[in-house]
């Protein structure tokens, strides 16, 4: 089956140090550029549902790579693969760019 890419939106809409949140499908996904490269998770918490697009961004961490802290309770999520210390993952999203929009393929 083909890959199927889904457009979030332009990537000017997404500069270097911004989020935005997006709806694909019924799924809230939230968005970052840092320092030129873009993440996609899904916006509810794998804890309590907590808004990741409120998060905290932790670029260094523990984990050395660039991730989010949950504005509820602090669970920080790799934003590379959702991965976590805590026994939960996130959901991540690949994300291409292409033609200056920013595209994402659902599971
Ligand atoms: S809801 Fe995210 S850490 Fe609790």
Not at 31 to 47: Q, S
Not at 70 to 87: A, K, V
Request: hydrophobic share 35%; with cysteine.
């Amino acid at each position: 089956m083909p890959e199927t890419w889904l457009e979030t939106c332009p990537l000017r809409e997404l500069p270097v140090g911004s989020r935005k949140l997006i709806k694909l499908n019924g799924i809230e996904i939230a968005l970052f550029n840092i320092d030129g490269t873009i993440y996609a998770i899904k916006n509810r918490c794998p804890h309590r549902s907590g808004p990741l697009i409120r998060g905290f961004i932790d670029p260094a961490g523990g984990m050395k790579c660039p991730g989010i802290k949950c504005p509820m309770h602090g669970w920080r999520f790799d934003l590379r693969d959702g991965s976590s210390e805590r026994p939960v993952q996130a959901t991540v999203y690949p994300i291409k760019i292409e033609d200056g929009g920013v595209y994402l393929r659902l599971p």
